[in-house]
């Protein structure tokens, strides 16, 4: 059982940057894959970054955000920086075993999301 519990969401402006984390329980962190996805008002969830062995992210935040983890912390964060409106939802974090999920049916915990609000 992985508990998972997100920070650092906010209202920014355009152009400005946040930086999200994500807490995990457990002494098995290093075995699963992290990722954030994000939800948008009537859209469906999305993948936006993962880190495995290496990084993936989205196409439309590819150069502005960026993911990494801590081991030793039981953390991942997601620094997002030069954020747009279109980057408006709640952003959620995920982890799967061993495997990067890359699609919410993949995912095997969520956090309880966390808004963040791009708006001027």
């Known amino acids: 059982q992985v508990q998972l519990v997100e920070s650092g969401g906010g209202l920014v402006q355009p152009g400005d940057s946040l930086r999200l984390s994500c807490a995990a329980s457990?002494?098995?962190?290093?075995?699963?894959?992290m990722a954030w996805f994000r939800q948008a008002p009537g859209k469906e969830r999305e993948f936006v970054a993962g880190i495995s062995g290496t990084t993936y992210y989205a196409d439309s935040v590819k150069g502005r955000f960026t993911i990494s983890r801590d081991n030793a912390k039981n953390t991942v964060a997601l620094q997002m920086n030069s954020l747009k409106p279109e980057d408006t939802a709640v952003y959620y974090c995920?982890?799967?075993?061993?495997?990067?999920?890359?699609?919410?049916?993949?995912?095997?915990?969520w956090g309880q999301g966390t808004q963040v609000t791009v708006s001027s």
């Open positions: 457990g002494r098995t962190f290093s075995s699963y894959s």
């Open positions: 995920a982890a799967r075993k061993w495997l990067l999920p890359t699609t919410p049916s993949e995912v095997n915990y």
